[in-house]
């Protein structure tokens, strides 16, 4: 019989919500307890109850990244936008470049990669489940005939391998018009490709 994850308490998430903004501003690399406690107003030893232990509070930050990531993806999904994997691409885009983003982008980026090399304790499934989030939000926009047709799933990682390639890149260089006209040509292409469908 499976548990539920016990609520947070008002304490828990105002200290998670503090650590968070933290997190964005000196990422998760060198975490460590005490800077981190001090900076947010609490204690090590408190930070250790309410999360169980520093896994645990990087779990939950992680987890909150991810909130913040799905929700970037939603905003993108106005009932006013064209529809379509390319218009919604663009939109996207347009959001991944934005200077104010470049916070959560990077810590994004960071838990990716430190995921990747290091798949096991707190990163573990982080990076297979920020693919599948984008994956399944990618083919939301995607018409349910080309969502479902042959070339659908190819159509949709395609344009994840793009938006991912140019928000590394961006993060790497902030060229953000070199990188506008790099993903405005390879949708362009992608569309085209379409036009039979």
């Known amino acids: ?16 919500e503090a650590a968070y903004r933290y997190a964005l501003a000196h990422g998760l690399a060198d975490l460590s307890l005490r800077p981190l406690a001090e900076a947010i107003g609490s204690s090590p030893r408190v930070l250790l109850f309410l999360f169980e232990s520093k896994d645990g509070l990087l779990r939950a930050l992680l987890a909150r990244a991810r909130a913040d990531e799905l929700a970037l993806l939603d905003r993108a999904r106005q009932p006013e936008s064209p529809s379509g994997l390319v218009p919604a691409v663009e939109r996207l885009w347009t959001w ?26 707190a990163w573990a499934g982080f990076a297979r489940a920020t693919v599948e989030d984008w994956l399944g939000v990618l083919a939301g926009f995607q018409p349910p005939a080309e969502r479902d047709g042959e070339d659908g799933a190819t159509r949709r990682t395609l344009a994840l391998a793009v ?14 018009t070199r990188l506008t006209g790099a993903v405005e040509h390879q949708l362009a292409l992608l569309n085209a490709g379409n036009t039979g469908s």
Do not use: K
Request: proline share 7%; charged share 25%.
């Open 1 to 16: 019989m499976s548990q539920e994850a016990p609520t947070p308490s008002a304490r828990q998430t105002e200290l998670l």
């Open 163 to 176: 938006l991912r390639g140019a928000l590394l890149d961006l993060l790497a260089t902030d060229d953000d």
């Open 96 to 121: 991944l470049a934005a200077t104010e983003h470049r916070p959560l982008l990077r810590l994004w980026a960071e838990a990716y990669t430190r995921s990747v090399v290091q798949p096991d304790g």
